[in-house]
């Protein structure tokens, strides 16, 4: 079963708009990472934010995390049409004896000219 | 680039056959994942392996296994194969891949498998 859930599942912006996504998750988590699908293919890692860091930022992207709401959100500045991919969010439960991840159901971002 | 390999990148079959997915980690990385992605499930968590031993299991059906290998490749075995086996696998790896270790995964391009 999906650990995250995000919303919203699918998002319609033209190029130089921000991008908001949400994720929000069921469990205590040690870490959770945020990544990009483009269709088809591999997912690319975008950033990381631990469990005790509230805010972070890698370029045009922005993580927040809420721990109390279990929430966390990207978002994307200055949006190009080169960012139109599924972005994913994943934790890192703090439960068991691996590291294993538990992905989101996925936004799906289109950028248009 | 990821730096993780995987093959064959494309893999048709019939049900009821059996098929392996390898997977090449990237240098130093000593875990390895496999997940799989359909569009019904979305993407999936199915097995890890850390420097040989497997370490948790996810959804991963009786019919599918897997193993690392001592020089850290791992392979994904699929039995008795349905439709609804038809998905995108993926495999990740990682430096660590223990409990309580913040770690980035690194994914591979992926295996598209197609039961016919």
């Known amino acids: 079963s999906q650990q995250g859930e995000e919303d919203p599942q699918a998002l319609s912006i033209q190029e130089g708009e921000n991008a908001t996504m949400n994720c929000s998750y069921k469990?205590?988590?040690?870490?959770l990472q945020w990544y990009r699908q483009n269709s088809g293919r591999g997912l690319v890692h975008l950033i990381l934010?631990?469990?005790?860091?509230r805010e972070k930022h890698s370029g045009r992207l922005r993580v927040t995390l809420d721990t109390s709401k279990k929430s966390s959100s990207l978002l994307i500045t200055a949006s190009r049409a080169a960012d139109t991919a599924s972005y994913f969010c994943?934790?890192?439960?703090?439960?068991?004896?691996?590291?294993?991840?538990?992905f989101g159901t996925g936004t799906r971002l289109q950028v248009t000219l | 680039d990821s730096g993780v390999t995987q093959t064959p990148k494309h893999l048709i079959t019939a049900t009821g056959q059996r098929v392996t997915l390898r997977c090449s980690p990237r240098s130093g990385d000593l875990s390895v994942y496999w997940y799989q992605q359909s569009l019904d499930q979305g993407l999936q968590f199915l097995i890890q392996?850390?420097?040989?031993?497997?370490?948790a299991k996810g959804n991963i059906l009786e019919r599918f296994s897997a193993q690392q290998f001592p020089d850290l490749h791992s392979e994904l075995n699929l039995s008795s194969l349905e439709l609804g086996d038809s998905a995108l696998y993926f495999c990740a790896s990682s430096v660590g891949g223990l409990a309580g270790v913040t770690d980035t995964q690194y994914f591979g391009p992926g295996t598209r498998l197609t039961v016919l």
């Open positions: 469990t205590s988590i040690n870490n």
């Open positions: 994943a934790t890192d439960a703090k439960a068991g004896t691996a590291s294993k991840l538990t």
């Open positions: 934010i631990r469990s005790n860091e």
């Open positions: 392996y850390y420097n040989g031993e497997e370490r």
